[in-house]
């Protein structure tokens, strides 16, 4: 019985992932950079601020690593928070590893820290694409408890690669923010089965939104990192063509605001109403398929 | 709106700590909290309690002279971020950071 990747702590997981005893941390928690924001709202401090940065090696090769405390306000990306993760890519620029590997898991804007925290995420997409953009790989892994959602999703999506657990969740609002907004007849919180249907990892890879699928294990994540460390995917004019039009075609496919279930027929799984209960290889199996159908329009 | 306490307790006495890293132990979250321990040149332990439950500072002399009497450590100093978490929560995570230091085991 091997650990469950979600239910570790960030420094856990980074651990597990990285060559033995080969972290680096920058700004550790001794060096106390914390928020200056959340002790005026009667909030304790991380001595982190709830994400840890460095370098480390993996399969020995040279990396910048980060990971995100889901637990500390959600994995919130705050003003402190993300500068240590800005400062990280900008570092990677001038030093050239070869990866950035990014253990996401977050909710997104620290809410308590406002427009500090929007800026914050704002500055994160940017200096992730330009990591990308220099031809560093970049590869989110999204396995936390918590997912990985709001602006923290869309961080995700800028990456070259991005690796699901099956458990794992990826979105940008998030269940409660989709309900508080337009009621729970369009989208029930508390049904879990739905929201692990229509955000979790097997729907993120049978929609071809994130690029591999493992199991809930730090040596599945580990492996996956390092097949992804050779992985660019330059953003040409090319290439962001093609994804638009894979949208296109999957909006088309979910013309109606389907459930999951239903897409994933579209998509031409026989047996759609037996994924939930699927190991991750099995749903691995069917990538092939759904991809060929969604690019011919839907089955 | 009630803000943050923060504590300061000395004890003195204990094993002198040879010199070690710096380590952390736990998460900042409901009923939860982080231990934060460095070496520090002063003879005892210092530590330092930031937390959002206010009103508690007997609990907290309490359960932190317990943890000295039962380690007796000297030349360190304990930060702690603390959430809420309950005393036998406290207990076990000052016992995590102690595991976590290498040579501070008689």
């Known amino acids: 019985m091997t650990q469950s990747f979600a239910e570790m702590s960030a420094r856990e ?3 597990a992932l990285v060559d ?7 700004l550790p928690p001794s060096a106390r950079v914390t928020s200056p924001h959340l002790a005026q709202l009667g909030v304790p401090a991380a001595f982190d601020d709830g994400v840890a940065i460095g370098r480390a090696t993996l399969a020995g090769r040279a990396i910048f690593v980060a990971a ?8 919130g990306v705050g003003e402190v928070h993300g ?3 800005v400062g990280l890519l900008q570092r990677a620029l001038r030093d050239r590893p070869d990866a950035v590997v990014l253990l996401a898991e977050s909710g997104g804007v620290r809410l308590h820290e406002a427009n500090a925290g929007l800026i914050a995420v704002s500055e994160v997409m940017r200096a992730l694409l330009d990591v990308r953009a220099a031809g560093i790989a970049t590869v989110l892994l999204i396995g936390g408890e918590n997912g990985c959602f709001g602006g923290m999703g869309i961080v995700a999506r800028c990456a070259d ?17 989709i309900e508080s907004a337009h009621g729970a007849g369009e989208f029930d919180s508390r049904d879990r089965a739905l929201v692990w249907r229509t955000t979790g990892g097997k729907h993120r890879w049978l929609s071809g939104d994130c690029d591999g699928l493992v199991d809930d294990d730090p ?8 097949a992804a460390l050779d992985v660019h995917r330059p953003m040409t004019l090319e290439a962001l063509q093609q994804e638009s039009a894979l949208l296109q075609a999957r909006a088309d496919a979910d013309g109606d605001n389907a459930d999951a279930f239903e897409l994933w027929t579209r998509l031409g799984i026989s047996d759609s109403r037996a994924i939930p209960d699927l190991e991750a290889d099995a749903v691995r199996a069917l990538r092939p398929a759904a991809a060929a159908a969604l690019a011919n329009g839907g089955a | ?25 736990g998460v ?44 007796g450590l000297a030349g360190l100093a304990v930060s702690i971020n603390d959430m809420g978490a309950t005393p036998a929560v406290v207990s076990l995570r000052l016992d995590q950071a102690v595991a976590a230091i290498a040579g501070a085991r008689p």
């Open chain 1, 219 to 226: 040596d599945a994540f580990r492996a996956a990192a390092i």
């Open chain 2, 28 to 71: 900042v979250a409901s009923g939860n909290l982080e231990v934060l321990v460095e070496p520090a040149s002063h003879a005892g332990c210092r530590i330092d309690v930031d937390t959002s439950a206010r009103g508690f500072r007997t609990v907290w002399e309490a359960v932190l002279r317990d943890f000295h009497a039962r380690h």
């Open chain 1, 161 to 177: 690669t991005v690796v699901m657990s099956d458990i794992a969740r990826h979105a940008m609002s998030g269940p409660e923010v």
């Open chain 1, 83 to 85: 500068a240590k993760l």
């Open chain 1, 20 to 26: 033995a005893g080969s972290f680096h941390e920058w």
């Open chain 2, 1 to 25: 709106m009630a803000g943050m306490e923060t504590l300061h307790f000395d004890f003195v006495g204990g094993r002198a700590l040879a010199p070690f890293a710096p380590a952390l132990v």
């Open chain 1, 13 to 15: 997981r980074l651990d």
């Open chain 1, 68 to 75: 995100q405390e889901g637990a500390f306000m959600g994995g």
